[in-house]
């Protein structure tokens, strides 16, 4: 499969590139700084130099044509402001989507947030980050031509992964390594039986294959 990763320098992107491309995939991650493509190159995917804020439909849609699959796995990240938040975490995901629609790519699994919602309530860069993610996965969900699944985390730590998840549509707050996060995410690009699904994720005492399985099987 070829795999477009949006977000492609991320610290869960670096780890689902390794991943991928050492199960056989060809993966690209798209990023913002050439200074990034060193990176992407050692964990095995084809980087991809274009700003989600700047680029257009067609110019994201050019990078998708021929993919089978895509991830947005782009964020603000910590220290950002509201005003980055409505333009990465709303607007270059709702651009993805529409891009990976415009090159017909059908396998679409994103990455957004524990509470996302686009009626979130409060004042804070966190209320507008929960309600920027929530406005994107809304429009995600409304893209009939996408078998879209949406993963929501929860605590990301940068502990090391155990593969031993609790993958539902509710699970409840808690913790979760990045490297589990990234596991979670290269098994459902894999199970298009999990499309039409928003999950949540945490650390558990499931591996993730069949915690995967058992998602798509209900």
Known sequence: ??????????RIALRLERLLAAAGHEVAGMIRQPEQAD?????????????????????????????????FAAGAGQG?????????DRDA????????????????VVVSSMGADPDHKGDEVFDAYLRAKGAADAHVRSKS???WTI??????TDDAGTGLVRLEASTGRGPIPR???????????????????????????????VAAKDVAGN
């Not at 499969?1 to 991320?10: C, D, K």
């Open 39 to 71: 990176d992407l190159r050692d964990a095995g995917a084809e980087p991809v130099v274009l700003d989600l804020e700047s680029a257009s439909l067609e110019m994201v849609a050019a990078v998708l044509q021929g993919a089978d699959a895509a991830v």
């Open 93 to 108: 995901a709702i651009l993805f989507a529409d891009a990976a629609e415009r090159a017909h790519v059908r396998r679409h």
């Open 151 to 156: 993963l929501r985390p929860g605590i990301l």
């Open 1 to 10: 499969m070829r795999i477009v990763i949006a977000g492609g320098h991320g």
């Open 179 to 209: 490297d589990d996060v990234a596991a979670v995410l290269a098994e459902l690009v894999e199970t298009p039986a999990t499309a039409g699904l928003t999950l949540e994720v945490i650390s558990g005492s499931i591996p993730v294959s």
């Open 145 to 147: 031509t996408l078998d």
């Open 80 to 88: 950002s402001g509201a005003a980055r938040k409505a333009t990465v």
